[in-house]
């Protein structure tokens, strides 16, 4: 069955640091999607990232990074130089390709504080 | 260009009383989508259209919930009547449609039954 975990449920750095937040899935398909989500306090989920099963190139867009490991099933966020405004909550999901389903299964999200 | 919107932003109910939760998609998105987030989770699908056709609502609750998109453009989303257990965040979101695209989500209503 599919299923995202992310086993942070809260993490708390001082700005400048890095930090990784960690996404495991499972899936039986071969074709399918991983996605990062934002969410701030006002709630809205903004979109981060975009990754298919077939492309397990690294990704780096200025102080963000994800690493895609299907050996390990994993597709994990890195934050260089962390700011306070990275505060909110990190959702990580999986799209299958299977059973016309086109639906996010989403992980139960790791809440990162930035203190200054 | 505009994003999914939604109103209300805030609603707060009796149990047992009706609410309506209404979106508008990004313009050209010809799927929609409603999940449910309760507190401290993510968010979990209620029901996808494509255009005016409801394509996939096992997990909406169909005693009390129900859904409309009648022209293919904007949703409404209804409960009656509402259980204390209802009280979660809706959101909606949109897409051009199929597993490999991105959807795009709207600011949510966050519904709190009295």
């Known amino acids: 069955a599919q299923k995202v975990t992310q086993a942070q449920t809260e993490i708390s750095v001082v700005e400048k640091e890095d930090v990784t937040l960690d996404c495991v899935y499972e899936?039986?398909?071969?074709?399918?999607?991983l996605f990062w989500y934002k969410q701030p306090p006002s709630g809205e989920l903004v979109f981060l990232i975009r990754r298919n099963s077939f492309d397990e190139q690294n990704e780096i867009s200025g102080r963000y990074s994800w690493n895609f490991q299907k050996s390990t099933s994993s597709f994990n966020f890195t934050i260089t130089a962390s700011q306070v405004v990275d505060s909110a909550v990190y959702f990580c999901?999986?799209?299958?390709?299977?059973?016309?389903?086109?639906?996010?299964?989403f992980g139960t999200g790791t809440r990162l504080q930035v203190f200054p | 260009e505009a994003g999914v919107v939604q109103s209300p932003r805030y609603k707060i109910i009796e149990k047992k009383q009706p609410v309506a939760f209404w979106c508008n998609p990004i313009s050209g998105h010809n799927t929609l989508y409603w999940y449910r987030q309760n507190l401290g989770q993510g968010p979990e699908l209620l029901i996808r259209?494509?255009?005016?056709?409801?394509?996939?609502d096992s997990q909406l609750p169909k005693d009390r919930f129900s859904a409309e998109r009648l022209k293919g453009v904007d949703s409404t989303l209804k409960i009656q009547p509402a259980e204390l257990g209802d009280s979660a965040v809706y959101l909606c979101a949109s897409s051009t449609g199929g597993f490999q695209e991105t959807q795009y989500f709207g600011p949510g209503t966050r519904l709190l039954v009295l």
């Open positions: 899936t039986r398909d071969t074709t399918y999607y």
């Open positions: 999901a999986l799209s299958e390709g299977s059973y016309n389903t086109d639906k996010l299964i």
């Open positions: 259209y494509e255009n005016e056709e409801a394509v996939d």
